[in-house]
């Protein structure tokens, strides 16, 4: 009997003369713009990681509505479906990157849809903790939807905190290395800095030729922080950076096999147009703000040099208590930084349990 009721989801109680196991967390994780089931689900890929940290069966992940894969009519039901069934079971972490957090808001009308007193429920709310990352849905005015589209369309170019983030340099603190860079730091006084460190070094991602180029860029570039030539230290870095652009590419894919081909990102159809548009809003953002009046957890996992300001994700929350509370901010990472870094993200997710 006490093996049957030590099972996921049954409640964490005494019964008798012996405690019932807490239930295990389960993780949904829904992605930001471009990423693929293949990238997702890669060796090297977060899937992986989180499942390192949750356990076996207890993670779903899935790939962006706006991606190279085939559009999926039914992309938004069966992210529904899973989190329908994992909420009434037992504890259950939502994770939402980038366009994830407005992909949710589809999600969230096709529950209601379905059971419009789901998110009454007082076992679902206990059960649900919402994490956002570099949230969309987060502009005010026209101004900033502007200016939202133009940052989104620079993070592919911009691979200036990427490669040292990937690939971490050898022998310099990595709080050393993010001053060369004029980008504005999120972190705070007051709020939870995960540091970066224990990272991996991906160098089974590099040939034997990229691991020496950038064990000499990196002596280089140690050098010039060390005497403090910033100038020399950005030029270094620059070079150092376009050698590291095809093995920073395979990171990200999950895989140090590298391909030449070139996937189109395809739109999703009338449900992708439909993110886009309102990733450029701030209903997402409002949708979610709903929730967090209505007693649900949501926090904050927080780029430190994201494009998203720190100053906009504390408005979410009611008081400056609860931003602090809620909201940590994850060291040099920059917008993306969950693909490159995965055993660091996978564990600072886990690690938030209420």
């Known amino acids: 009997m006490k093996e049957a009721l030590i099972e996921r989801g049954h409640p964490a109680e005494k019964m008798g003369n012996f405690d019932v196991a807490k239930?295990?967390?389960?993780?949904?994780?829904?992605?930001g713009l471009g990423a693929t089931q293949a990238d997702m689900h890669a060796k090297f890929g977060i899937h992986t990681a989180l499942v390192a940290k949750y356990g076996e069966g207890n993670v779903s992940t899935f790939n962006s509505v706006v991606s190279s894969d085939k559009p999926d009519p039914e992309h938004f039901s069966k992210i529904a479906d899973v989190i329908m069934t994992?909420?009434?079971?037992?504890?259950?972490?939502?994770?939402?990157?980038?366009?994830?957090?407005?992909?949710?808001?589809?999600?969230?009308?096709?529950?209601?849809?379905?059971?419009?007193?789901?998110?009454?429920?007082?076992?679902?709310k206990a059960n649900i903790r919402l994490e956002k990352i570099g949230e969309s849905g987060n502009?005010?005015?026209?101004?900033?939807?502007?200016?939202?589209?133009?940052?989104?369309?620079?993070?592919?170019?911009?691979?200036?905190?990427?490669?040292?983030?990937?690939?971490?340099?050898?022998?310099?603190?990595?709080?050393?290395?993010?001053?060369?860079?004029?980008?504005?730091?999120?972190?705070?006084?007051?709020?939870?800095?995960?540091p970066f460190e224990n990272a991996r070094t991906n160098e089974n991602f590099l040939t034997p030729q990229e691991k020496a180029a950038k064990n000499t860029y990196d002596i280089k570039l140690g050098s010039a922080l060390a005497e403090n030539k910033l100038k020399k230290a950005k030029r270094i870095g620059k070079q150092r950076d376009r050698m590291l652009k095809k093995p920073l590419r395979a990171v990200f894919a999950g895989t140090p096999q590298r391909?030449?081909?070139?996937?189109?990102?395809?739109?999703?159809?009338?449900?992708?147009?439909?993110?886009?548009?309102?990733?450029?809003?701030?209903?997402?953002?409002?949708?979610?703000?709903?929730l967090y009046h209505e007693g649900f957890t949501v926090d904050s996992l927080v780029p430190e040099f994201d494009i998203l300001p720190i100053n906009r994700v504390v408005k979410f929350y009611d008081t400056e208590q609860d931003a602090k509370k809620h909201t940590r901010v994850m060291q040099g990472a920059p917008h993306e930084a969950f693909a490159l870094q995965v055993d660091l993200w996978a564990d600072a997710l886990k690690a938030k349990n209420y």
């Open 23 to 31: 239930p295990q967390r389960y993780c949904v994780f829904i992605p």
């Open 86 to 124: 994992q909420a009434k079971i037992g504890p259950i972490d939502i994770v939402m990157h980038s366009l994830g957090s407005t992909e949710f808001l589809y999600i969230k009308k096709i529950i209601k849809k379905r059971d419009k007193n789901f998110f009454r429920d007082p076992q679902v």
């Open 139 to 194: 502009s005010i005015g026209l101004r900033e939807r502007i200016t939202f589209a133009k940052d989104v369309a620079r993070i592919n170019s911009d691979t200036r905190l990427k490669t040292p983030y990937a690939f971490p340099i050898k022998d310099v603190a990595f709080s050393k290395v993010t001053e060369i860079f004029s980008r504005k730091s999120n972190k705070r006084t007051g709020y939870t800095a995960i």
């Open 259 to 290: 391909s030449t081909e070139k996937k189109r990102i395809q739109i999703g159809g009338f449900q992708g147009v439909r993110v886009l548009l309102r990733a450029l809003g701030n209903k997402p953002i409002r949708e979610l703000r709903k």
